[in-house]
């Protein structure tokens, strides 16, 4: 199976930036669909980036749209969630996923239930 494991979190002040990687152990995603999510206490994973593995295609969710970029990085086994200007409504655990199959529809319209591998999160807090 696919182990994800993410890094790159920590403590922010409003409109800094943090670079969030996603690191696969043993095989090579670059042919999976990537997703980066952000849950808050009380609620599900929200799905706010992701990279198609088909083509390379990037989608955003408007609240990120500008501010986040998702790419794939030169190791095989990496994806990085640039962020920047960040806002304190940013705050969460950030996850990454992976999708092992031949999607239809953009990987954005895809809920975090239909992702196979996931890592254990990384927390970023933004605030002064």
């Known amino acids: 199976q696919v182990q994800l494991v993410e890094s790159g979190g920590g403590v922010v002040q409003p409109g800094g930036s943090l670079r969030l990687t996603c690191t696969a152990s043993?095989?090579?995603?670059?042919?999976?669909?990537i997703g980066w999510f952000r849950q808050v206490p009380g609620k599900g994973r929200e799905g706010l980036s992701c990279?198609?593995?088909?083509?390379?295609?990037?989608y955003y969710k408007d609240s990120v749209k500008g501010r986040f970029t998702i790419s794939r990085g030169n190791s095989r086994n990496t994806v990085h969630l640039q962020m920047n200007n960040l806002k304190p409504e940013d705050t969460g655990v950030y996850y990454c996923?992976?999708?092992?199959?031949?999607?239809?529809?953009?990987?954005?319209?895809?809920?975090?239930?239909?992702?196979?591998?996931w890592g254990p999160g990384t927390q970023v807090t933004v605030s002064s």
């Open positions: 990279i198609m593995g088909s083509d390379n295609s990037a």
């Open positions: 996923a992976a999708f092992d199959l031949i999607l239809r529809f953009t990987c954005l319209e895809y809920e975090a239930a239909s992702y196979n591998y």
């Open positions: 043993r095989f090579s995603v670059e042919n999976y669909a």
